[in-house]
């Protein structure tokens, strides 16, 4: 019985010394570590969701403060980088209507990339994710976007179809 005070005194006299050495364990056998919790979970799935559902229940406000506080993170980064209030923003997804100004594919508030002019970083719109990752590939010029459309169509035909063989292929 000496032992077990000893030890639970030791442990409360050295968290910080302790914790450092769990720490670097941990650091230095990720895949064991990894593994062995791994096996754990395999073994105590109803353990684990049960304790995850305690912890989400105990905390539900927290959880719902930190939901909002990304998406308010989310306007102050936009108003900070591009100018535009959360208002503003907001009027320009009423505008659109909640489409894609290039592709009129549906967005929604969270979803909807402010396209803005590299150079000044002004904002010009709202797209998709797919759109505004287009146009930065694409170089964000007018002149590149023309040389996309030229290029579009000259190409209304097929160079090769994907029923045609290619040479020197075996059936």
Same mark, same amino acid.
């Given at each position: ?20 050495? =769990? ?13 062995? =919790? ?30 909002? &506080? ?41 979803? &909807? ?5 590299? &150079?000044?970083? &002004? ?49």
């Amino acid at each position: 019985m000496r032992d077990a005070l000893y030890w639970k005194s030791y442990r409360e006299r050295n968290k910080e010394k302790l914790a450092a050495y =769990h720490r670097q364990y941990r650091m230095l056998n990720r895949e064991r570590v990894l593994a062995s =919790h791994r096996e754990w979970y395999a073994k105590n799935k109803d353990k684990a969701r049960a304790s995850a559902k305690r912890y989400r229940d105990a905390h539900k406000e927290e959880r719902r403060m930190r939901r909002q &506080a990304t998406a308010n993170d989310r306007f102050g980064h936009i108003r900070r980088t591009y100018g535009v209030s959360k208002a503003e923003f907001l009027r320009r997804y009423e505008e659109i209507s909640g489409r894609c100004e290039l592709c009129r594919k549906i967005i929604t508030v969270r979803s &909807a990339c402010v396209d803005h002019d590299h &150079a000044t970083n &002004a904002a010009r719109g709202l797209l998709c994710r797919n759109c505004n990752v287009g146009l930065g590939l694409i170089g964000d010029t007018v002149e590149s976007a023309k040389n996309a459309v030229r290029y579009l169509q000259r190409r209304k035909k097929p160079w090769r179809t994907n029923t045609e063989k290619s040479p020197g292929t075996v059936s």
